[in-house]
C-alpha cells in the first residue's frame, strides 16, 4: 500500500457491516484518514468509492493487520458484534499491535466484559451510534455532546490550551468560532451565569452552543 501521511491521525476499522460502514464514512467526511477490512468483496469495494485503503480477507491475524497497515495506526475499531468468536480474535490481534487505542462493538454485556478484559474499549450499537463514536474518536477535546438537528450541537469540552488563564472575554470562541457559552464545569460545580471576566482553569470544561462546523474547528485545538 502507498505511503500515509504521518501527520494525519489513522483510523482502523475492521468489518463493514451498517456500522462500520457509517463510522467509515462519518470519519471521512471530516478529513480522517482510515483503513478498511472485510470478507465481503462488496461492502470493500463500497468503501473504495470514498476511501483510499479498504482490504478484502477472511484472515484477520495480527500478520495480515500488520501486513494491511493497521499497525500504523491511531484508533482501531473492531466492528463485528454479531460474530462472538470471530470479534474476540481480531480485538486480540489488533491490541498486539500495540496501537494507542482499539474499541470493539458488542451487541451483549457478556461479550462486552470479555472484550474487556482484553483490554479494548467497549461500545454497543444499541446504546452508542456510528456517528457518536465517530465525534469522539474525531476530537479528544470533546466529551459529550447533544445533537439538537443536523446543524447544531450542544458539545462538553476541554479549554483548549491557548485559552487556558484568560478571560472569557479575551477569548475569540464566540467571535472566531460563533460558539455561546451555556455553561461552565467546576469540578461537581456548574456554574451557568456566565461572567464575562472569568479566567478559564486547565480544568475548567465549557458546555458550547453552536454549529457543528465550527464545534469541529474548534474542538481539534489542542
Known sequence: MGKRSSKNETIGIIGLGKFGMCLANELVHFGKEIICIDKDELKVQNALDFCQYAFVSEDLSTKTLEETGFKECDTIVVCIGEH????????????????????AMSNTEEMGLVLEKLGAEVIYPYKDSADRLAKRILSNNVMDFISLNDEIEISEVKIPKEYIGKAIIDTDIRKKYGLNIIAIEQGDKIETRIDPQYVLKETDMLVVLGEKTFLRKFESKR
Open 84 to 103: 462472538m468468536d470471530t470479534a474476540i480474535f481480531a480485538t486480540l490481534n489488533a491490541l498486539n499491535l500495540g496501537v494507542k487505542k482499539v474499541i
